[in-house]
RNA sequence: CGGGGCGUAGCGCAGCCUGGUUAGCGUACACGCUUGGGGUGCGUGUGGUCGGUGGUUCGAAUCCACUCGCCCCGACCA
């Protein structure tokens, strides 16, 4: 595989080994590493950057929709998670404990949260009294513990980062309004900023949150043609309400239980970026979430200190007050082509190239990290042309994507096609569901797959069950999961 | 947690089957010169209690037992 363009190469190839691949570019490209605590990761500063743009994005979306930030206690007795009697055994197998506390052992343990809705619950019955207390909208920024047996960078770890919205509302119909409209903009957020095609949905039962009346979810097809399930989305209906005794007097007078929702975002967001863009050269991120937008490479030649640099330095300032994060690689010690390897396996949508040829035509070369593309552009239009070109990059990725989920969607009507590509290429089956448990855990156990998500209003819609072949109330994505 | 694979220098590996000098190679790192528009070249160096514990043996990276970790495939999950 030594190709005329096969410049970096500590990295095994996405074709190759797709895990292997993965754990490379994510280790290689500095964005985390293993910690000694087994399935517990360190994210490294390239990696938290990444974060830190997709969570600063959907913090103006949840403010720009009226939610605000809160924090709540690290910590939940064991009596509140037992209060919602599907909550508690849904997370209950994966939940971590704190039985000692400052040398004593504690009257009642306490659970690293999971989740937060049964401690933030607690705290919402004393808040809501009156309609005039409602909606609450609020989100907190947090870590949280969940016990996995099988963890995978960014993907499943013990412990993850996330966003988790917390909301009550008066009515039903408010509580499914405020849940739908964090579905859309988690698919915002996937779609516009990761530039990662999402379909959204309802979950089945056997999926759906412990605890909520409706689950919807945003989906991504992965390169290996496995779903991620990117974000969630819950009607919690009033079964955390009358488990926690929110409850409010109405216009009417009467005393009535709370409708609420919850939605959460994580961490595993850095990795489906990965893993939908990167190629054999590593990373390939979004402009829109590239901590370096353009990274400026200054051709070390002769005195190119005296020479080139001067004028690196003054590109860097120009496009860094044209509002792009630019970073200059004034490294002596490593030649260009090394730095071009470099920066292409971190992912840097733009490489701009400055040397003594480009000093005396008064120009500078623009990279492409999609297709190594180069241009050359006067520098009074660097800035300009720059921007268009991440525009375009961020484009470009998503319509990349976007083809790809949709030549790995497949309409398929009979259970045997569903198993025949469940052991293939895999990818998203549109088909027929009858609604009925049984044929889902049929295709769980036989196919390895299991529904993504029902869809809203699939056109067209699937007249029968591809598992028992009866009349199909619903469309559904099957995939395998990670 | 079941099945499979792998742990030897920061990273990638050889050595192990068939126990025996001072444990090698590539790369990275440090220094010097050289070079510089796709991972420059040459030289000199630094760095390893061979994942851990215990055992067998005169002697263990090598054989045995246990254990920890990582990866893959299943069951559980964001």
């Known amino acids: 595989m030594a190709a005329e363009n096969d410049f970096v190469k500590d990295i095994t190839k ?10 490379d570019v994510v280790k290689k490209a500095e964005l985390a590493d293993y910690s000694p605590m087994k399935g517990m990761m360190v994210i490294r500063p390239y990696g938290y950057e ?28 064991e009596s509140f998670l037992q209060k919602e009697a599907e909550h508690v055994e849904g997370f209950a197998p994966e939940v971590a404990w704190v039985t000692v506390g400052g040398g004593e052992v504690l009257e009642e343990r306490l659970a690293v949260r999971p989740t937060s809705e049964a401690i933030i619950c607690s705290m919402y019955s004393k808040w809501v009294k009156s309609w005039r207390d409602l909606p609450i909208l609020y989100n907190q920024w947090a870590n949280v513990v969940r016990w996995e047996k099988v963890t995978r960078l960014f993907l499943r770890t013990t412990e993850f980062l996330w966003q988790e919205g917390h909301t009550v509302h008066a009515t039903a119909e408010e509580a499914e309004e405020e849940t739908l409209r964090m579905l859309a903009t988690y698919r915002t957020l996937a779609e516009d900023y990761l530039a990662i095609p999402v379909v959204t949905g309802r979950k089945s039962d056997s999926e759906k949150f412990a605890g909520a009346v409706r689950t919807y979810a945003i989906e991504m097809l992965m390169p290996d043609g496995k779903a991620l399930q990117a974000g969630t989305s819950h009607n919690l209906g009033q079964n955390f309400a009358k488990a926690f005794n929110i409850r409010y007097e109405s216009k009417e007078q009467k005393l009535e239980y709370a409708w609420q929702t919850s939605w959460g975002a994580t961490t595993r967001l850095v990795g489906a970026l990965v893993m939908t863009h990167g190629d054999d050269s590593g990373l390939i991120l979004p402009p829109r979430v590239a901590p370096i ?12 200190k005296e020479t080139v640099l001067p004028q690196a330095q003054k590109v860097f300032s120009d496009l860094k007050a044209a509002g792009i994060r630019v970073f ?5 010690a490593y030649t260009p082509g090394w730095k071009y390897a470099d920066w292409e396996m971190r992912g840097v949508p733009v490489r701009v190239e400055i040397g003594p040829k480009d000093i005396d035509k008064q120009q500078a070369v623009l990279v492409s990290r999609l297709d190594r593309k180069k241009s050359f552009v006067p520098w009074d239009k660097l800035a300009e042309e720059l921007k268009r070109l991440l525009e375009k990059i961020q484009g470009d990725l ?30 998203f089956i549109r088909c027929g569901w ?15 797959a299991t529904i993504r998500v029902i869809l809203d209003k699939p056109e067209p819609a699937a007249k029968a069950c591809a598992v ?14 990670y």
């Open 468 to 481: 028992c072949g009866k009349d199909a109330p619903h469309t559904v994505l099957f995939a395998k999961s």
């Open 398 to 427: 998503y319509a990349k994507a976007l083809a790809f989920r949709d030549a790995s969607t497949h309409e398929l009507g009979t259970f045997a096609e569903l198993k025949e590509a469940m052991a293939g290429g895999r990818g």
């Open 328 to 332: 200059l690689d004034d490294r002596d």
């Open 50 to 77: 990444i974060w830190e743009l997709i969570r600063d994005q959907l913090d103006r979306m949840f403010k720009e929709s009226g939610h605000r930030n809160a924090y709540f206690p690290l910590f939940i007795p």
């Open 434 to 448: 009858c609604g009925g448990a049984d044929c889902e855990a049929k295709v769980k156990s036989e196919a390895a």
């Open 14 to 23: 996405k074709s190759v080994d797709f895990s292997a691949w993965y754990v």
């Open 293 to 304: 937008q353009a990274v400026i490479v200054p051709i070390s030649a002769g005195n190119w």
